[in-house]
C-alpha cells in the first residue's frame, strides 16, 4: 500500500509526514500486539529481515544549553623541579596577577615541569577548562633539629599566560627522625571559563618565593636525594589534569 505515492516499494510506503498518537508496538503476530517498549527505550535495528527491538541505552541525553564534558587530559611527572633548592636565589616576589607572562622575570622566576606539558584544540568559546594540579613537596633543613621554612607558588600558564596560581609554604620542625626531611603536598584547583576557541597550549611551573636559610635543599615533585630513605620521585610525583567542559549546541 503506497501513501503519497502510486508506486509503493513495501508493503506499507508513507511518502510524507507521520503522526504517532499513541505507542508504536514491535515484534507482534496476528493473534499478539507487539511489545510498546519501556520508558527511555530506543528502537534498534536488528538488520535486513529481522524485527527492530526496544533496548536500553546506558546514554545521557543533554539539553541544547546545558554544558558537557567533551574532552580530558592527564600527565604526570617524576622529574620535577629542583633548581629551586639552596644554589638558587628566591625571587622574593609575593603578588601574581592573571596574564603574567611565564618569561617575564619582573613577575618571578619560574621554572617548567616540562612533563605536564598539553596541549589540544578548544571547539566553543562557550566552555570552562578546569585544571587539578597536585604535586609532592620535599625540603631538608641544614640542621635536622632547626626549623626552617620555604616559600614558594605554582601556576598554571595558558599559551604562556598565567591564569591560575597559589603560594604556599613548607616548613621543617624538629625532625632529627626524618634528618630534617619535611615533605608536604601541593594542590592547586581553578576552572577557567570561556577560553577562546583555538589551539591552547598548558604548562605548569613554579617559583621559590623566600627561603629562611638559603642552605635549605628543597624540591618540587622530586626527592631531595636518591639517597635518603624517606621518600622517592614515585612518592612525589606531579599530576595534572585538563578537563573540557563545552556549551550543548545542536545548531
Known sequence: MGIGT?????TLDVNGKTTLRKELRVGGTSTTAGNPGLNGQVLVSQGENLPPVWKSLNVTFIDEGQYRLVNSYLSTDQVGIST????ATADGIYKNSIGDDITDTSKGTWVKIDGLKNEFVVKDARNKLTYQFQSGVEMKAPASGTS???????????????????PDKISSNNNTEKSGIQDYIFTLNYTEQNVPAGNQKIEVACRKINSSNSNSQFTIGRNVSNTNTVSNAFTLESMMKVDIIEYVSYN
Open 84 to 87: 629551586l633548592s639552596n644554589s
Open 6 to 10: 502510486t508506486a509503493p516499494n513495501s
Open 148 to 166: 626552617q621554612n620555604v616559600s614558594f607558588a605554582c601556576g598554571v600558564f595558558r599559551n604562556s599566560k598565567l591564569v591560575a596560581v597559589r
